[in-house]
């Protein structure tokens, strides 16, 4: 398969399947219509952010955008290579090639009223969490996927223009399986 892309149909299948929304409780939290995650998070709180860096997907302009689960959407961040901000934020070289790079970030103040200072344990659990679902997701339908923890924080909080309070966690280098 050298030379195969993955389509905007398999990337919104992907993210779909693994963290959207996959229905609502009433009257959790004092919300009368409270979002329930394909992802299973603590205290349902999810508190996971999911930017998606696209580099070569077929069907979608490369850039970077954040994928929006209540209404099961890419929002457009900006609009262009991102190979100057990938090869930045990467440690690996493999990683800026990819066709999609996920990056996962936690805001702390979702967790932080309920959890205190166990929330950013409770962060990185659900984080891996939500990366094995999307990893297993991918592989259903042929794609790779590779966490990636060798990146830089303080790169990603530059090239998303991150509040303080969202902390880069991990990030997911994904494409189309080669043949072996």
Same mark, same amino acid.
Request: charged share 20%; with cysteine; hydrophobic share 40%.
């Given at each position: 398969?050298?030379?195969?892309?993955?389509?905007?149909?398999?990337?919104?299948?992907?993210?779909?399947?693994?963290?959207?929304?996959?229905?609502?409780?009433?009257?959790?939290?004092?919300?009368?219509?409270?979002?329930?995650?394909?992802?299973?998070?603590?205290?349902?709180?999810?508190?996971?952010?999911?930017?998606?860096?696209?580099?070569?997907?077929?069907?979608?302009?490369?850039?970077?955008?954040?994928?929006?689960?209540?209404?099961? %959407?890419? +929002?457009? !961040?900006?609009?262009?290579?991102?190979?100057?901000?990938?090869? $930045?934020?990467? =440690? &690996?070289?493999?990683?800026?090639?990819?066709?999609?790079?996920?990056?996962?970030?936690?805001?702390?103040?979702?967790?932080?009223?309920?959890?205190?200072?166990?929330?950013?344990?409770?962060?990185?659990?659900?984080?891996?969490?939500?990366?094995?679902?999307?990893?297993?997701?991918? %592989?259903? +339908?042929? !794609?790779?996927?590779?966490?990636?923890?060798?990146?830089?924080? $303080?790169?990603? =909080? &530059?090239?998303?223009?991150?509040?303080?309070?969202?902390?880069?966690?991990?990030?997911?280098?994904?494409?189309?399986?080669?043949?072996?």
């Amino acid at each position: 398969m050298p030379g195969a892309r993955l389509t905007l149909g398999e990337l919104a299948f992907i993210l779909r399947a693994s963290i959207g929304t996959k229905g609502y409780r009433s009257n959790a939290y004092n919300v009368h219509s409270y979002p329930i995650s394909n992802a299973p998070s603590a205290g349902g709180l999810q508190p996971l952010n999911v930017y998606v860096y696209v580099s070569d997907v077929e069907g979608l302009a490369d850039g970077v955008y954040y994928y929006a689960p209540r209404d099961d %959407e890419l +929002v457009t !961040i900006w609009q262009g290579r991102p190979d100057v901000d990938l090869a $930045k934020i990467f =440690v &690996t070289d493999f990683s800026p090639r990819a066709q999609v790079s996920i990056v996962m970030t936690g805001d702390i103040r979702r967790f932080a009223w309920k959890y205190g200072y166990r929330g950013y344990r409770l962060l990185n659990v659900d984080c891996g969490v939500a990366a094995g679902y999307i990893g297993l997701v991918a %592989e259903s +339908v042929g !794609i790779g996927s590779c966490p990636v923890a060798a990146f830089s924080s $303080k790169d990603v =909080v &530059t090239s998303l223009g991150l509040e303080r309070e969202e902390l880069p966690l991990l990030c997911l280098s994904m494409g189309p399986k080669r043949e072996q």
